[in-house]
């Protein structure tokens, strides 16, 4: 078997989290959450990727989820499980990615041979996924794979999602950035949420930002003008470059072929769905 490329295993990744993550910037979630009576956006978000873990409490998601204020967390959980239950928000996720990818994508694409050749090399993929010492990948991995191949493929990069972000929670805590100094240090890279969107949607205050602005500094991660210092690019170069290592296992179950052919499909789809309006304009830079 051939070996990976330096990366292959990140870059098919960023080419599936996109069909993953675009659920929690679409309408249909809340849509089909409504009903139930769950409208806040927080809400909604927790209940469906938090569901399942089953009806855990504010504590747990904190803990899972990691880089969210858990003041935020503790105003919606536990009691969105008396408006839903856990098993009633996974229904309702797969109908909202079911009408979410056909908009997005289009009739044609989802019943393509294009889709469910990627969908069967994703959740090959999964195959080599680990579940031990990773809470949010175990708990999707017991979940039954759809029939349809759209959604066979979404339920596969949910599984590469949460197996990758598993892991890059535990090179998080070795290198001791707390859940607001992980995402601010992100965002300084330029690479994560913009600092608008980091308080809108993980709860964060202005001062909490300062606060973890001035413990980086303390440290030499975060330069007065906002920037990272050398120290602090290295560092974040280090966090990827460990968790690609802890996510590699997928990737070298897969092989070489089948990685650059998995990153081929996923991320034409991934295009398609941004070029549709998956995502905000203004959600990723230092802005």
């Known amino acids: 078997m051939m070996s990976l490329p330096a990366r292959a295993g990140r ?5 599936l989290n996109p069909l993953h993550s675009a659920l929690y910037f679409a309408p249909d979630l809340a849509k089909e959450l409504r009903p139930h009576g769950v409208d806040h956006p927080s809400a909604v978000y927790f209940a469906g990727r938090a569901a399942p ?5 504010a504590a747990t998601v904190s803990a899972t989820f990691y880089n969210f204020r858990p003041e935020l967390v503790a105003r919606h ?3 969105v499980w008396e408006l839903v239950t856990p098993a009633a928000a996974l229904e309702a996720r ?10 997005l994508l289009g009739q044609d694409a989802l019943t393509s041979p294009e889709m469910t050749e990627a969908a069967d090399l994703a959740l090959r993929a999964a195959e080599g996924c680990a579940w031990y010492g990773r809470p949010l990948y175990a708990a999707h991995a017991a979940l039954p794979v759809p029939r349809e191949p759209h959604l066979r493929l979404w339920h596969a990069a949910t599984l590469l999602r949460e197996h990758r972000g598993d892991g890059h929670l535990a090179v998080l805590l070795r290198e001791r950035l707390d859940p607001l100094e992980a995402l601010v240090s992100h965002t300084a890279s330029g690479h994560g949420m913009t600092p608008s969107w980091v308080l809108t949607t993980r709860g964060w205050t202005q001062q909490d930002w300062a606060g973890a602005q001035d413990r980086l500094r303390r440290r030499g991660l975060l330069a007065a003008d906002g920037e990272l210092t050398e120290d602090g690019m290295a560092l974040r170069k280090e966090i990827e470059h460990e968790t690609d ?4 296992a997928p990737y070298e179950h897969l092989g070489a072929d089948g990685v650059q052919r998995l990153t081929e499909l996923a991320g034409a789809f991934a295009l398609r769905a941004a070029e549709a309006g998956a995502f905000p304009a203004d959600l990723f830079g230092k802005g």
């Open 53 to 57: 873990l089953g009806a855990v409490g």
């Open 77 to 79: 959980v536990p009691r």
């Open 245 to 248: 290592r802890l996510d590699l």
């Open 11 to 15: 870059h098919c990744y960023g080419a």
């Open 94 to 103: 797969l109908r909202a990615t079911d009408s979410m990818l056909h908009r």
